[in-house]
């Protein structure tokens, strides 16, 4: 085991776009264990978008990440010592409580057996991790679609949209990828969405998706608010879903209302559902999605790309690498134990 | 049988507020009967405020009136002349398109028998007709309501809020009217309603809902969009459930986008589910929700105001006075048959 443990503590709360000075990164004597508790090294860290919300004075989901606290994070992580009979040494483990640290001293509940017949273990963390279950859950409770609806997914290329735009296909839906750039979209095509929007490149998003929508959205899987939000309620059917995954875009807004045209006219003529969804809320059937999603991926049905960063010295970038939308499907950062495992 | 037919025509789209001006009374003929239709003459006629979106040049859920065209409307009516074998002459109906004037020329499909043993004529157009079908069917089946649980009622003493406040009320949940007169606080204070907020007297809605709702609002019936679909949005508890039922305070902005804060973290977090209603998509369910309606109101347990004027001369006055919210309960306007029939 190592001498010490490093921490990133957040520093300053970000004004709009996060800066690496946001976070420090500190070397602290590694915790002591608390009965019934585990100690667990990192293997793969997450960089996740709901971090930014986290980072916010504003009260958001959960509890936010205060100055001088330990950056909020799940991690697949290795159990290098237990106080609890039930997790043993040398056991993998993920969990969404982690924290951008190597080692963290943790309670059991809320923690996941990683078992590698299932999926490799950064999976846990991407496709068969909340990502992955976002995207199933979402879909299948809120999307509930049916074949021949139109789905489109913003943030198509994500660690949650490369998932549901595949699961849309084998629904038999037409799937509509946005995306920031044609190096995002042309994998979107690989993953089998039906046409793609660079919004970034759109002179008229509300007529680009009327073009890529002729029938209208049935379902909206929004992962980003902003421009794209906008521009799926002008373009509506008739009973449409729009699920509020993510509000990514409306990051340098937490502080202030996000304002602009409201669709109330729109939810109704429509009769269109809204509804905000958080995955945590479903944690008792994660196992459930994970099959489902697990088997996809056996059968080479269910595509995914991960990034990979490395070192935990790496955390601010890769989390700056997903908000500035630079990253190319899950983003992680490995430590140097992930060598000994299959990705 | 008269000689003539009177009818009032849409003369202009409003601009914003409606006037008179905007119809005009005819004298017209006597419609000629197609095979199998049925003429009939009106007893009652109802005004109701989705009217105001189908005088608006904007698409909306359904066609709306041309310049020129019979104002539409929904009405009890006593069928004088019948070419269908099924509907016989002195038959009462109730229908949805019938529009203001006395006699229609309709098709069978559509036509409701009104069967005054469930309840009075009248009662067809208010609390067993579409309102209070409307109340029913949104609290229930979107609503989802549970006791203890916090109702949001706008337009609270009106043809549907009247009737919401006390299908809540017998669920065991909290529930809270807003309205725009002490007069109509009063009589929801009669119905059952816990607390009532003037708003029009508010001088902050936010908190005065606030007050009234603690614990936050799980349930919102939105009647009328505008500054308490704000204040509302801003104290919803998770799990919230926004009934988007209608939107008569945007009617001076059905031409343009209703601009403001748009509550998309609010929805996330409070995992809020928002969704346009429209009741006559339950069309085929009307008969289930008009029964327990009936039963209430036989029993005493459902109470209910009507607001009558006299004679198809008032239409456009009585539809004014509604979107003035100079009524209290439902509108409708009474013609000469009415005097037969008990209210």
């Known amino acids: 085991m190592d001498n010490f443990n490093r921490q990133w503590k957040l520093d300053s709360f970000p004004q709009g776009m996060p800066i690496k000075e946001n976070w420090c990164l500190e070397e602290n004597p590694i915790p002591e264990l608390g009965s019934n508790q585990v100690l667990a090294k990192a293997v793969y860290l997450s960089v996740d978008p709901y971090m930014r919300g986290r980072i916010s004075p504003k009260q958001g989901y959960a509890k936010g990440v205060g100055i001088g606290e330990v950056m909020c994070g799940g991690a697949v992580a290795e159990i290098v010592q237990s106080n609890h009979s039930e997790w043993k040494e040398g056991e993998l483990i993920e969990t969404i409580n982690f924290g951008w640290q190597e080692y963290a001293a ?11 017949n299932i999926g490799p273990p950064h999976a846990w963390l991407s496709y068969i991790g909340m990502p992955g279950i976002t995207a199933w859950m979402a879909l299948n409770l809120i999307g509930r679609p049916s074949p021949g609806e139109t789905v489109l997914v913003s943030a198509a290329s994500g660690a949650v949209g490369q998932i549901v735009g595949q699961l849309a296909k084998s629904y038999h839906c037409r799937a509509v990828a946005v995306a920031s750039s044609e190096a995002k979209l042309d994998w979107c095509k690989e ?10 490149e759109s002179a008229n998003l509300v007529s680009d998706v009327r073009d890529a929508c002729p029938n209208g959205i049935d379902i909206y899987f929004d992962n980003t608010a902003g421009p794209i939000h906008d521009a799926a309620m002008k373009n509506l059917a008739l009973n449409a879903r729009v699920i509020i995954v993510g509000t990514i875009s409306l990051a340098e807004r937490f502080e202030e209302p996000d304002m ?33 999603l697990a088997e996809g991926a056996r059968n080479g049905d269910l595509k995914f790309k991960t990034d990979f960063m490395e070192d935990i010295e790496s955390m601010p970038e890769a989390f700056l690498k997903l908000l500035l939308s630079q990253n190319l499907g899950k983003q992680l950062v490995r430590t140097e134990l992930a060598d000994r495992y299959s990705e």
Do not use: C, H, M, S
């Open 106 to 116: 943790l309670d059991t509940d809320g923690l996941t057996r990683v078992d590698p």
């Open 191 to 200: 993953l089998g969405y039906d046409v793609g929007i660079n919004y970034r």
């Open 260 to 292: 602009g045209e409201r669709f109330l006219r729109q939810i109704l003529v429509n009769r269109a559902e809204v509804k905000g969804f958080l995955v945590f809320d479903y944690f008792d059937r994660y196992p459930e999605a994970r099959k489902a």
